[in-house]
């Protein structure tokens, strides 16, 4: 079973040393079958893997951005003489709500906020 288990660790982590090999049809049959199953299977636990690795990502996306937009209106509120800038609430929860619903058009579809921003001098 030992030799089995280091014959497999070898084959499947592309190394084959070598030092054991198949020696009979019969084995070399089962050793193709068994080296096709460890690869699928080790293609589904990177997969697997990758894909908790995305979904996390993601849920850090949203307090990343969030995190931007408030230092966007900290500036404002620096360049602003330390005043809060109008319906700054409003302007937040309305981009939280956007990229909790879809990201990628968060800015493109209302670019014409900005435009409304107040121009404080």
């Known amino acids: 079973m030992i030799t089995l288990t280091y014959f497999a660790f070898t084959s499947l982590s ?5 030092d054991y090999y198949p020696l009979s049809n019969l084995e070399r049959i089962l050793g193709a079958i068994f080296l096709l199953f460890g690869v699928m299977l080790t293609s589904m636990v ?4 990758n894909a908790m690795l ?7 996306e949203s307090f990343d951005e969030t995190d931007k937009l408030s230092l966007f209106f900290g500036t404002l ?4 003489g330390n005043s809060v ?24 579809d209302d670019i014409g906020l900005f435009i409304q921003l107040p121009v404080e001098v």
Do not use: H
Not at 77 to 80: A, D, G, I, L, M
């Open 54 to 60: 995305t979904q996390v990502k993601m849920s850090e």
């Open 85 to 108: 800038v109008s319906k700054q609430e409003t302007i937040e929860n309305y981009f939280k709500f956007r990229w909790e619903n879809n990201k990628m058009n968060a800015l493109v």
């Open 77 to 80: 509120k620096k360049f602003n």
């Open 14 to 18: 592309t190394v084959g040393l070598g």
């Open 46 to 49: 990177i997969e697997s893997l």
